[in-house]
């Protein structure tokens, strides 16, 4: 048995070594659990997504000692080009270049821009940080926060914000176990 900690389907090897069990004739099970993505989001009360606001997740890293991993058209400054909400595994080591091609380099994303660094998430000395791009290096470095840390980074978390709801609760919204009453206007 081989026992993986953090996300076993992101930033791991575990394509080669599902590769060398399949060439050994060795079974293998992946048990799926939670991820810190998630984990992250849970513990900071926040969602990743809010209609109106964001509907995209993008999952990267900063590749600084494993640049040779990342392909060269996947940029932090494209990541972010996506909008939404950008989830950075890895990463808390460079978080002044973070900040710096987030906010002065071509994502031009603002300063106020609401940040969660979610610190050894799960784990019982688990810490949840809030702040912005334009305090995160003092808040992350006054903390202490190290490599067990993920960020999280978006207006969707910003907890200030007025509540955009989803259609789905909505009374003229018809799902598979309702029909929508209809207020007399298509669409």
Known sequence: MRLHSGDTSIYSAIAEQIDWCRRND????????????????????????????????????LAKR???????????AGAAAAGGTLVLFLSI????????????????M????????????????ERILHTTL??????VETAGFD????????PALASAAPPRHSHVYAAAYTTRFRDGAHSGTDG
């Not at 334009?134 to 808040?139: E, M, S």
């Open 66 to 76: 494993t640049s040779a991993s990342m392909p060269p058209a996947e940029t932090l």
């Open 26 to 61: 060795r079974d293998v099970e992946i048990v799926p659990g939670v991820t810190s993505m998630a984990a992250a989001a849970a513990a900071a009360g926040c969602a990743l997504t809010v209609p109106g606001v964001a509907q995209t997740v993008v999952m990267t890293r």
């Open 134 to 139: 334009g305090d995160l290096v003092t808040d």
């Open 147 to 154: 490599a067990a840390t993920i960020l999280l980074i978006g």
């Open 110 to 125: 603002a300063p106020e821009t609401p940040v969660v660094a979610a610190h050894r998430v799960s784990w019982p000395d």
């Open 93 to 108: 080591g460079h978080v002044r270049a973070i900040v710096t091609e987030l906010v002065d380099g071509p994502a031009q």
